[in-house]
């Protein structure tokens, strides 16, 4: 069984970071792209950022790029995302996904597996 579970949300100020984590259980991690998703209240899921399984490529949305960075360590069946420089705007429940498909995209439709999901708030 496919499973995949957040960690690493919580309260920070603006300006600072968080890590999440994303583990993965019940299936080949190095076989499967990883996305980053998140979604605030009122608004759509959307794409910050991936890694495909292929050759590590990584993508990320232009709100996030210079901030975040995403890594994965498949020998410990993780993914992680790393956020500086935290804005109020990045608060949001984030997910992680998971995709067969080698090629990295941050289209949601794209992943067969989700988390549920850790919540990121950032406020003074």
């Known amino acids: 069984q496919v499973q995949l579970v957040e960690s690493g949300g919580g309260l920070v100020q603006p300006g600072g970071s968080l890590r999440l984590s994303c583990a993965a259980d019940g299936f080949t991690l190095a076989y499967y792209t990883i996305g980053w998703f998140r979604q605030a209240p009122g608004k759509e899921r959307e794409g910050v950022s991936c890694?495909?399984?292929?050759?590590?490529?990584?993508r990320y949305a232009d709100s996030v790029k210079g901030r975040f960075t995403i890594s994965r360590d498949n020998a410990k069946k993780r993914v992680y995302l790393q956020m500086n420089n935290l804005e109020p705007e990045d608060t949001a429940v984030y997910y992680c996904?998971?995709?067969?498909?080698?090629?990295?995209?941050?289209?949601?439709?794209?992943?067969?597996?989700w988390g549920q999901g850790t919540q990121v708030t950032v406020s003074s």
């Open positions: 996904a998971a995709t067969i498909d080698d090629y990295a995209r941050l289209e949601k439709n794209n992943y067969e597996y």
């Open positions: 890694i495909s399984s292929n050759d590590g490529s990584t």
